[in-house]
């Protein structure tokens, strides 16, 4: 009786018996390897000088500001070497004004372009952080983290009494609240500073004599919301009915939740021959400068 190669077969088949006349082998592709885990804290720091515009107009406020901005990180993991991976730092407010603004700094950055990722590799025994760039800009800003406002009038029968009273509110869109807030109010020569009296409240401000300037000190304004600070005083008879005294205005305060500046920095696997698992924390904080000109 005659062998039927096709019986053979369909015997493999359902058995799962290796054929006679296999002569190859299936190659194996190589294990992939592990992603690595790898903890990255971002820091991004401005110091920020503005003025803001002659404008009571809650809706057309803007202001020029001159910022200068820091990013630094700092990289931890458990694998035994350095990992490397990509970022990129970007002002979405300013898409396509990166080339010459962000400067990277080249000590742990492989730089490719002020666009484009880089590579940044941080040597095991580096456990401070690194800078990684910088920036200097200067803008006009409609958007800041405070807003302040004056308001000055004068009452009475000649117009003597003069009251003025500044908001200082906290942008709702902030991540957080704004601190150490200083305000300074200079006296102008036009009113009698004898007869000042701060009316924002007991121990709220300060007047000094000698300089003329009275000064709040507010520990924190959160998110979204303001306070209002005033002072009443008489009028000199030199200063015409048709005037009001001016008022300049400096403000210093600090943020550990929030920028001035939009810039982001976004961070991935550098390529598949260092597989990476990021977990990315971005710190925030700025120190601003803020300064308030009285109305024309």
């Keep these: 009786m005659s062998h039927d190669p096709f019986d053979d077969l369909v015997f ?12 190859t082998t299936k190659k194996r592709l190589p294990p992939r390897k592990r992603a690595s885990r790898v903890n990255v804290k971002v820091f991004i720091h401005e110091e920020v000088a503005s003025t803001q515009d002659k404008v009571n107009t809650l809706d057309e406020v803007s202001s020029h500001v001159l910022m200068d901005g820091t990013v630094e990180a700092a990289v931890s993991t458990f694998h035994p070497e350095n990992i490397p991976f990509s970022l990129r730092i970007l002002d979405p407010d300013y898409p396509d004004d990166s080339q010459g603004i962000i400067r990277f700094d080249t000590t742990y950055i492989t730089f490719r372009g002020p666009s484009e990722f880089n590579t940044l590799a941080v040597p095991k025994d580096v456990r401070d952080k690194v800078k990684v760039a910088s920036y ?23 117009l003597e009494h003069c009251e003025v ?24 020569p036009t009113v009698i500073a004898k007869t000042l009296s701060i009316t924002s409240g007991p121990g709220d401000g300060e007047y000094d004599e000698l300089k003329r300037i009275i000064r709040w000190q507010v520990k924190e304004i959160q998110q979204g919301s303001s306070i209002v ?16 005294p001016k008022f300049p205005i400096l403000l210093r305060c600090s943020s550990v939740e929030d920028t001035v500046s939009s810039v982001v920095v976004e961070c991935q696997q550098l390529d598949e021959d260092h597989p990476v698992t990021l977990n990315v924390a971005t710190y925030r904080s700025f120190q601003l400068l803020h300064r308030l000109p009285p109305p024309s």
Excluded at 12 to 23: C, D, E, F, I, L
């Design 12 to 23: 493999r088949h359902k058995t799962g018996a290796p054929s006679s006349n296999a002569g």
């Design 165 to 188: 009273a500044v908001q200082i509110r906290s942008n709702l869109n902030n991540m957080g609240s704004v601190n150490n807030i200083t305000l300074a109010m200079a006296i102008p």
């Design 229 to 244: 600070l005033g002072a009443e005083v008489m009028v000199a008879s030199s200063l015409l009915l048709d005037e009001l």
């Design 136 to 158: 200097h800009r200067s803008v006009t800003k409609n958007i800041m983290p405070v807003l302040v406002q004056s308001k000055v009038t004068r009452s009475g029968s000649h």
